[in-house]
């Protein structure tokens, strides 16, 4: 009996406890840096081929509106509770095809939970380690390395001829990189168009691929895009 009077006891301590106003702005101010500072890392160091600037303003809805629910539950275990059952029925309808994309999603929603909670200090730090070690990750990567999207366009005049020009465009960059990924296939009865994520350790090796296809298909287009250079406007 006693054992049910403590859980009453706790239960009504929790419903009561109030929701500080001046602690939920100062968090919410910080999550807006943060929010800030994971936006302008994606916009810098992101490689997704969407517009990363109209993206990253994501960030500072999911990471404010994380800290506004975390502060509210945690006052109430009957918001808590409730919380629960709402969210059941909510549905995202559209898909994070980029798993970055989803990495930075995740950060956000971390900080948000953090600072909701009320672990400011330790929330802070590790959103600025977790960012401080992916830029190094990815600075490395950039100096080893250099990340092309190559666009080819060819016309064609039958479907056989679209599996041997396929064939042969693969052979001519596979004879000048070790890493090529085909992202891409659009073909029509007139067209083919192929895009490839090519990862170069010089430009010599992209001047001999677009040599090389230029000799044998002398109608073919070609364009090409540094990875790093996608505008983010």
Same mark, same amino acid.
């Given at each position: 009996? #006693? *054992? =049910?009077?403590?859980?009453? @006891? ?14 939920? +702005? $100062? ?6 840096? +943060?929010?800030?500072? &994971? ?32 502060? &509210?539950?945690?006052? !109430?275990?009957?918001? !808590? ?23 930075? +999603?995740? $950060?956000?929603?971390?900080?948000? #939970? ?9 929330? &802070?730090? !590790? ?9 190094? #990750? /990815?600075?490395?990567?950039? *100096?080893?390395? /250099? =990340? ?12 056989? *001829?679209?599996? /041997?020009?396929?064939?042969? $465009? =693969?052979? $001519?960059? !596979?004879? *000048?990189?070790?890493?090529?990924? #085909?992202?891409?296939? @659009?073909?029509?009865? =007139?067209?083919i168009e192929l895009n490839y994520l090519v990862n170069l350790k010089n430009i010599k090796s992209l001047e001999k691929i677009i040599e090389k296809l230029q000799k044998d298909y002398p109608k073919i287009s070609i364009n090409y895009l540094d990875q790093n250079q996608v505008p983010s406007i």
């Amino acid at each position: 009996m #006693l *054992e =049910n009077f403590k859980l009453l @006891d706790e239960w009504r301590a929790l419903e009561a406890a109030p929701l500080s106003t001046n602690s939920l +702005l $100062i968090n919410l101010f910080i999550g807006f840096i +943060l929010a800030l500072l &994971i936006k302008f890392h994606y916009k810098k160091y992101g490689s997704t081929l969407s517009n990363r600037n109209e993206f990253s303003n994501v960030f500072i809805f999911v990471l404010l509106t994380t800290v506004l629910v975390i502060s &509210i539950v945690k006052s !109430s275990l009957a918001l !808590s509770l409730g919380l629960v059952g709402a969210l059941s029925i909510v549905r995202f309808r559209t898909p994070i095809k980029e798993p970055e994309e989803l990495a930075y +999603l995740f $950060i956000s929603i971390a900080a948000g #939970l953090g600072l909701g909670a009320n672990q400011t200090i330790p929330t &802070i730090v !590790s959103v600025i380690f977790i960012l401080v070690s992916m830029t190094i #990750l /990815k600075f490395r990567k950039v *100096e080893k390395e /250099k =990340n092309m999207y190559i666009t080819i366009n060819y016309e064609i005049t039958s479907e056989k *001829e679209t599996v /041997k020009i396929l064939d042969n $465009i =693969n052979q $001519i960059i !596979s004879n *000048e990189l070790n890493s090529f990924d #085909l992202r891409r296939v @659009d073909t029509s009865q =007139n067209s083919i168009e192929l895009n490839y994520l090519v990862n170069l350790k010089n430009i010599k090796s992209l001047e001999k691929i677009i040599e090389k296809l230029q000799k044998d298909y002398p109608k073919i287009s070609i364009n090409y895009l540094d990875q790093n250079q996608v505008p983010s406007i």
